[in-house]
């Protein structure tokens, strides 16, 4: 299924069919990415993977003052990586979403935001634009190319 792309509104008029043509991926693109982009750091804290380690998280949140510290880092390795699994494969992806943008809007004010804007400086910038993607996901749904679409059921 292509999406109509209106040729005189285009600068390039002769892309109208590649847009066409790729529209029906970008949603799963977008929604995939994010999941992609969540699954290696709960791997670090549920499994030990790329580095990780979930005692370094518990200590991390003991020193932000996020009590009860171990628990809460279970929690969020867990949002972190069943949450994103939710996301790359459409799946309960509304439940996906929704704990994964509270978990960065937490993050971002409990954690980033005595640090500034930009991310170099350990801001805001990166979980708050993570959580807005989280949103954006959870508002919309799972979209084409989902199990969730395969099943016909959302949340």
Not at 19 to 45: D, E, N
């Amino acid at each position: 299924m292509t999406d109509p792309v209106d040729r005189s509104k285009l600068f390039v008029p002769a892309m109208a069919g590649l847009y066409g043509a790729l529209s029906c991926a970008a949603w799963p693109l977008v929604r995939a990415t994010a999941g992609l982009f969540a699954m290696p750091h709960g791997a670090q804290k549920l499994f030990g993977l790329f580095g990780g380690d979930i005692g370094a998280t518990i200590r991390f949140f003991d020193q932000v003052g996020l009590h009860p510290a171990a628990p809460l880092a279970y929690l969020v390795g867990a949002t972190e990586f069943f949450g994103g699994l939710c996301l790359v494969l459409g799946l309960f992806t509304r439940v996906g979403a929704a704990g994964i943008a509270i978990l960065m809007l937490i993050a971002t004010f409990q954690v980033h935001l005595a640090n500034g804007y930009f991310w170099t400086n350990g801001g805001y910038e990166y979980p708050l634009f993570w959580a807005a993607i989280a949103l954006a996901v959870f508002i919309r749904g799972a979209g084409p190319a989902s199990l969730d679409r395969a099943i016909g059921k959302e949340f």
